[in-house]
Nanobody, 123 residues
Framework: EVHLVESGGGLVQAGGSLKLSCLAS????????IGWFRHPPGKEREGVSC????????TSADSVKGRFTISIDYSKNTVYLQMSSLRPEDTAVYYC????????????????WGLGTLVTVSS
């Protein structure tokens, strides 16, 4: 059974940084695509960044390029999202999700989801 657990959320001032973690278990780690998504209050869920665990290739939303970095620690079965220069509009519940290698990384196509971690950026 696929199991994803996010951690690292919290309250931070605008301009600050946070590092989110997604601990994955229950599947062949390098046969997956892991994505970070977020659900801002009162808005639609949106994609943030994705990484293919087989080759390390990444994609990111334009709104976070240059500020957020997705990375992998294969020894820990963990995917990270380093967030810098945070803005109030980054406030959201952040989720990690997984789908099989070769699939597209978008919210509707992910097969497994974590419960999320709340990030609040104060102005």
């Amino acid at each position: 059974e696929v199991h994803l657990v996010e951690s690292g959320g919290g309250l931070v001032q605008a301009g600050g940084s946070l590092k989110l973690s997604c601990l994955a278990s229950g599947f062949t780690f390098d046969d997956q695509i892991i994505g970070w998504f977020r659900h801002p209050p009162g808005k639609e869920r949106e994609g943030v960044s994705c990484v293919s665990l087989s080759d390390g290739s990444t994609t990111s939303a334009d709104s976070v390029k240059g500020r957020f970095t997705i990375s992998i620690d294969y020894s820990k079965n963990t995917v990270y999202l380093q967030m810098s220069s945070l803005r109030p509009e980054d406030t959201a519940v952040y989720y990690c999700a997984a789908t099989k290698r070769g699939s597209a990384c978008f919210a509707g196509g992910m097969r497994s989801w974590g419960l999320g971690t709340l990030v609040t950026v104060s102005s």
